[in-house]
């Protein structure tokens, strides 16, 4: 999608910016758990480096894709640094192609031990985002999963700001497993001028809805690509004048 440069009114007091990264404990082409375990770590480092509240929504599918104990310590980690776990469902597939009983089944396997981990620290598995953000076609399969949600204590995590940062990611991994540092450093730089271009477009496109800035919920994805831009994003956030919130926030 073609992002026209435009930019939002001065604010004199920030707005509102809930950061979440989908398909914890990781989307990456490199199996590799001691990258998977770096991504993570930079990821956590670089929020707590500038105050910034995060959700990571699991898949728990990916646990068992490498080594399923180190898997866990690495949501067991975004709990440490004080972020919240939300359920991405267990195998990120579509409602569209399970239907509704599928779907809610694969909500249901997505769960186990998010909500164990989060039961250890005294609190409940919350947040929800559907794969892709389809919620369910025709509608009365979207009414089932919904009233399925509500019933058992889930909130949906929308977002409103989506810089396509899955494009960027998947080609930088390749970079890196290539050691291509001229080409890594080119898709960086592309990924960080498209994602300024996609926030001041959305903020333009609350503007024409509501006529004001809203609470925004930034989609990003739990990558090598985001952990090596997290100072860059916090200084991009910062010139928008965004303040990062959490999602109970927003």
């Not at 435009?6 to 590799?32: C, E, H, K, N, S």
């Not at 770096?38 to 480092?45: G, Q, S, V």
């Not at 104990?69 to 440490?80: E, G, N, S, Y």
């Amino acid at each position: 999608m073609a992002l026209a440069l435009v930019g939002g009114p001065a604010m004199a007091r920030p707005t509102p910016i809930a950061l979440t990264f989908d398909d914890l404990p990781a989307l990456t082409q490199l199996q590799d758990q001691p990258y998977v375990n770096y991504l993570n770590a930079m990821i956590l480092r670089g929020l707590k480096r500038h105050n910034m509240p995060a959700t990571g929504f699991v898949n728990e599918s990916k646990l068992d894709e490498i080594d399923r104990p180190q898997q866990i310590a690495v949501l067991r980690a975004w709990l440490a640094a004080g972020k919240d776990l939300g359920n991405h469902t267990f195998s990120h597939e579509s409602p569209n192609n399970l239907g509704a009983r599928g779907y809610i089944a694969d909500i249901a396997r997505g769960e186990p031990v998010t909500r164990e981990l989060l039961a250890r620290r005294h609190r409940k598995l919350t947040w929800f985002r559907h794969p892709y953000l389809e919620t369910g076609a025709p509608e009365a399969v979207k009414r089932v999963i919904d009233r399925w949600l509500e019933t058992h204590g889930y909130r949906i995590a929308p977002g409103t700001i989506d810089a396509d940062d899955l494009e960027f990611a998947e080609p930088y991994d390749n970079a890196i497993a290539r050691r291509d540092e001229v080409r890594r450093a080119q898709i960086r730089a592309e990924y960080l001028d498209h994602t300024e271009k996609a926030i001041r477009w959305y903020r333009k496109a609350a503007h024409a809805l509501f006529g004001r800035d809203i609470s925004y919920v930034m989609l990003l994805h739990a990558t090598r690509l985001n952990a090596d831009c997290m100072d860059d994003l916090a200084a991009m956030l910062a010139r928008e004048n965004l303040k990062p919130v959490s999602l109970e926030q927003a």
